[in-house]
């Protein structure tokens, strides 16, 4: 993990920002999620190997909104906003909501919780 961030810097041609590397970090669980749901139940190790790593990963990101808050955090960027709660703004809703809560949630997550406010 640590040399895919110095490759990232090398990349870029300078240290990551907080922000970067957040992002960074939640790629990474997000491609080590989808290797736990896509490895067969019988490859024991591969799948200890990956929740390991997860979980290394998962505590440095900022603790993840549960589905209710995420619900209540939607209702509140609507409301702060004076948007309606409709489709049509749910673009500019989920682009405002994706830079608040940086590495508190997923877009998964998020536009969940967003469907269910959402007329």
Known sequence: MISAIGLAEKEKGEA?????????IQKEVKQLKETIESTPSTRTDLLEEANKK?????????????????????ERFIKENNLEAIKKNQG???KGLME????ATDGKSLNIALSKVLK
């Open 100 to 103: 608040k809560l940086q590495g």
């Open 16 to 24: 990551l920002s907080k922000e970067e590397a957040l992002k960074f």
């Open 54 to 74: 997860l979980k290394i990963l998962e505590s440095y990101l900022p603790k993840q909104l549960s589905p209710e808050e995420l619900v209540t955090e939607v």
């Open 92 to 94: 500019q809703i989920m």
